[in-house]
């Protein structure tokens, strides 16, 4: 099984409207931690927010805020006010805890999802 | 702030030859990782490094790739006999601590192209 699903390959949203991309997640780790990275069309891979599993509160930052439910094992990033700069793929991501096995903790991408700020 | 830097930016070699992929990832970190995301496709984990050895590796990464740490900075990958199929974007990413709340930094990537 996937460990991220990211069922969207693509996205329209008109400019500074809100945006929700999906992103669910399989694990049966109890410790471990969900990622969003941005990565523009010159490719680098920007970190935008991060959502652990132990915390109650959803995360934000700035412009990002993480819809994070437990029992649905999803984290959904929401970006508000959107700009034509957020064009971008967009990756979801988690990092697991010791009991996954395997050690440091690698990084597991979804598929990632394209979104397409229309003016 | 900073940052993971890897050069070349791009790199276009014959079917064949070897390629060193260059890495300085930010100078307090202590665990490295590269990644490789083939044009349009996921990324994808090739090896994790820390304390000078090969904590975990993908079976991607079989016996034509290798790491180094040569010096208290860089953090190479190395493949011995590019094939047409190792035409991808190679990501460096280092992380400060292995725990899951700490986020990994990329550097902006190596598009290597095997001709």
């Known amino acids: 099984a996937q460990k991220i699903t990211q069922t969207q390959p693509g996205m329209f949203v008109q400019e500074k409207e809100a945006v929700t991309l999906d992103c669910t997640y399989d694990?049966?780790?109890?410790?471990?931690?969900l990622f969003w990275y941005k990565q523009p069309s010159s490719g680098e891979m920007i970190f935008l927010i991060y959502?652990?599993?132990?915390?109650?509160q959803n995360a934000t930052e700035g412009r990002y805020s993480l819809n994070f439910q437990k029992a649905r094992k999803s984290a959904n990033l929401v970006i508000s006010a959107s700009q034509l700069g957020d064009s971008a793929m967009y990756f979801c991501?988690?990092?697991?805890?010791?009991?996954?096995?395997?050690?440091?903790?690698?990084?597991?991408f979804g598929k990632g999802t394209l979104l397409t700020v229309n003016p | 702030e900073p940052e993971v830097t890897q050069t070349p930016s791009h790199q276009v070699t014959q079917m064949g030859q070897e390629v060193i992929l260059r890495c300085v990832p930010i100078?307090?970190?202590?665990?490295f990782y590269w990644y490789r995301q083939i044009l349009g496709q996921k990324v994808e984990f090739l090896v994790s490094?820390?304390?000078?050895?090969?904590?975990?590796k993908s079976e991607i990464f079989d016996d034509q790739f290798s790491v180094e740490r040569p010096d208290g900075s860089n953090f190479t990958l190395k493949i011995r006999s590019t094939k047409l199929e190792d035409s991808a974007m190679y990501f460096c990413?280092?992380?400060?601590?292995?725990?899951?709340?700490?986020?990994?930094?990329f550097g902006n990537g190596t598009r290597l192209t095997v001709t």
């Open positions: 990413a280092s992380s400060f601590r292995a725990v899951v709340n700490s986020p990994l930094h």
């Open positions: 694990t049966s780790d109890q410790s471990y931690g």
């Open positions: 959502q652990g599993s132990y915390d109650e």
């Open positions: 991501a988690m990092r697991e805890g010791q009991d996954s096995g395997g050690s440091n903790y690698k990084l597991t």
């Open positions: 100078s307090n970190h202590l665990y």
């Open positions: 490094f820390y304390n000078n050895e090969i904590s975990e």
